[in-house]
Nanobody, 123 residues
Framework: VQLQASGGGLMQAGGSLRLSCAAS??????????MGWFRQAPGKECEFVAG???????YYANSVKGRFTISRDNAKDTVDLQMDSLKPEDTAVYFC????????????????WGQGTQVTVSS
C-alpha cells in the first residue's frame, strides 16, 4: 500500500483545512485496511490524531475531538481529515497511515505510511 497525503497549508486560527490521502493498493482491497492520521510538531513526538476502521468506525484523540472529522471513500481509495476550528497547537506535519490492526492508535500498529503534509496555523 502506497499513501500520498495532500491538502496542507497555512491557515489562521479558527479556520479550516481538509487533508486527503490517496492510497495505491496492490494485493489487497483498500476497504479492508484501517486508516489513520498522525501528526508531528517540531520538537515533539509523533502522535495519533484520528482513525477510521474498515467498517467506518471513527475514533479521535481527545485534543481534536469535536473539531476534526475523518472519513473514507472506498470507491476512490481515499481517506480525508476535515479540520475545523484550527488552533496554533495543531501546527504539525500530518501523516496518513494504514493498519491491519483494528482501532489502531499506536505508531507500531500501523503498517503503511505516507509522506507528510505540513499544516501551519497562525494565531
Amino acid at each position: 500500500v502506497q499513501l500520498q497525503a495532500s491538502g496542507g497549508g497555512l491557515m489562521q486560527a479558527g479556520g479550516s483545512l481538509r487533508l486527503s490521502c490517496a492510497a495505491s493498493v496492490s494485493g489487497l482491497s483498500f476497504n479492508t485496511v484501517n486508516m489513520g492520521w498522525f501528526r508531528q510538531a517540531p520538537g515533539k513526538e509523533c502522535e495519533f490524531v484520528a482513525g477510521i476502521t474498515w467498517t467506518a468506525r471513527t475514533y479521535y484523540a481527545n485534543s481534536v475531538k469535536g473539531r476534526f472529522t475523518i472519513s473514507r471513500d472506498n470507491a476512490k481509495d481515499t481517506v480525508d481529515l476535515q479540520m475545523d476550528s484550527l488552533k496554533p497547537e495543531d501546527t504539525a506535519v500530518y501523516f496518513c497511515a494504514g493498519a491491519r490492526e483494528y482501532l489502531a492508535r499506536r505508531i507500531n500498529d500501523y503498517d503503511y505510511w505516507g509522506q507528510g503534509t505540513q499544516v501551519t496555523v497562525s494565531s
